[in-house]
T-cell receptor, first 116, second 110 residues
C-alpha cells in the first residue's frame, strides 16, 4: 500500500501523559499536513510542512503540541500533558506541490486519541 | 479562502442520482471548487475539483454555475457505499491547507 499511513490507529491514555503520533506520507509528496477532527465536525487544520520546513501553524496548536518532519519524509505529532479535550481523531495528509500548484491532499486513516 | 454553505443532510435512493449543492457566493476569480468525502471512520477522500467549466471523472460530475457562486456535485448512480459526509471547499491551487466546513451527510437508502 503506497498511501498515507498513520501509527498508531488508536491510542488510549490517561490525562497528563504524553503521546506521539507518526505519519508516513506518499513518498514523493513534499507537503505534509496535520488535522484534528472531533465527532460531528469537519477536520480542523493544525499545521503543515513543505519538505522539512514547518510553514504554518494554526492557533489550535497550543504550546503542548509539537510537530516535526526532520528529514522531509515522515512526521511526528507530539502532545504533552494530554487533556480530555485533546480526545479526537488526528489526521495526516500529504500532497505534491510543483510549479506553484498544490495537488489534491491524500489523507491517512487517522489516529484516534482517547484521553481518560 | 471563501466560505461555503451546504445542507447538513440529504437522502438518496440507491441507484438514483445524488445532487449535492454548495453555495460559495464570495468565491474569488482564482479559487477552485473542491469536493472531498469522508466515509465513517476513514480519512477524507478527494472526489473532483473545477474552476468554471463543468468537470467529470470516474467518481462524479461537478456543475459550476456561470457566476461561480454555487455548484452541484452529482453522483450519477448512488450506491450504499456512497453514504458519507461530503465537503465542498474553495481554495486557490497555490494554497496550502484545505478549510473544511461541516459538510453534507449523504445517506443512500436501499
Amino acid at each position: 500500500d503506497t498511501g498515507v499511513s498513520q501509527d498508531p490507529r488508536h491510542k488510549i491514555t490517561k490525562r497528563g501523559q504524553n503521546v506521539t503520533f507518526r505519519c508516513d506520507p506518499i513518498s514523493e509528496h513534499n507537503r505534509l499536513y496535520w488535522y484534528r477532527q472531533t465527532l460531528g465536525q469537519g477536520p480542523e487544520f493544525l499545521t503543515y510542512f513543505q519538505n522539512e520546513a514547518q510553514l504554518e501553524k494554526s492557533r489550535l496548536l497550543s504550546d503542548r503540541f509539537s510537530a516535526e518532519r526532520p528529514k522531509g519524509s515522515f512526521s511526528t505529532l507530539e502532545i504533552q500533558r494530554t487533556e480530555q479535550g485533546d480526545s479526537a481523531m488526528y489526521l495526516c495528509a500529504s500532497s505534491l506541490t510543483s510549479g506553484g500548484h498544490t495537488g489534491e491532499l491524500f489523507f491517512g486513516e487517522g489516529s484516534r486519541l482517547t484521553v481518560l | 479562502d471563501a466560505k461555503t454553505t451546504q445542507p447538513p443532510s440529504m437522502d438518496c435512493a440507491e441507484g438514483r442520482a445524488a445532487n449535492l449543492p454548495c453555495n460559495h457566493s464570495t468565491i474569488s476569480g482564482n479559487e477552485y471548487v473542491y469536493w472531498y468525502r469522508q466515509i465513517h471512520s476513514q480519512g477524507p477522500q478527494y472526489i473532483i475539483h473545477g474552476l468554471k467549466n463543468n468537470e467529470t471523472n470516474e467518481m462524479a460530475s461537478l456543475i459550476i454555475t456561470e457566476d461561480r457562486k454555487s455548484s452541484t456535485l452529482i453522483l450519477p448512480h448512488a450506491t450504499l457505499r456512497d453514504t458519507a459526509v461530503y465537503y465542498c471547499i474553495v481554495r486557490v491551487t497555490s494554497g496550502s491547507r484545505l478549510t473544511f466546513g461541516e459538510g453534507t451527510q449523504l445517506t443512500v437508502n436501499p
